[in-house]
């Protein structure tokens, strides 16, 4: 059973910086893809970055990218999301998620296992 554990959410200003981090268990996540997404309130998930499986590569979207970095610690069974120059639109709650079942997962439903989301909430 793999489960997945974020922190490092809270409440800041425009312009600060977070780090999420999110414990994977039960499995090596070098061998997973893995994922960051966020979820506004009333809004469909977002996927944030996407961690190829078995490689450093990683994909970003256009709406965070240059501003938050994903990355992975393979020795602590760890990903990171380093958020810089945070906005009131990146209100939300963050997810973390894995699956091996596909090496680039673009879609929530690719994702097989997901953490329980931490709160980022930026006051302008």
């Known amino acids: 059973q793999v489960q997945l554990v974020e922190s490092g959410g809270g ?3 425009a312009g600060d910086s ?3 981090s999110c414990v994977v268990s039960g499995r ?3 061998s997973y893809a893995m994922g960051w997404f966020r979820q506004a309130p009333g809004k469909e998930h ?3 970055a996407i961690l190829v499986k078995g ?3 990683i994909h970003y979207m256009n709406s965070v990218k240059g501003r938050f970095t994903a990355s992975r610690e393979n020795a602590k069974n760890t990903v990171y999301l380093q ?3 945070l ?3 990146d209100t939300a709650t963050y997810y973390c998620a894995a699956t091996n079942r596909f090496m680039m997962p673009t879609i929530r439903t690719q994702y097989d296992y997901w953490g329980q989301g931490t709160q980022v909430t ?3």
């Open 11 to 13: 409440l800041v200003q």
């Open 18 to 20: 977070l780090r999420l």
């Open 28 to 30: 090596s996540i070098s």
């Open 46 to 48: 977002e996927i944030l």
């Open 55 to 57: 490689e450093s590569t």
């Open 83 to 85: 958020m810089n120059s």
């Open 87 to 89: 906005k009131p639109e």
């Open 122 to 124: 930026v006051s302008s």
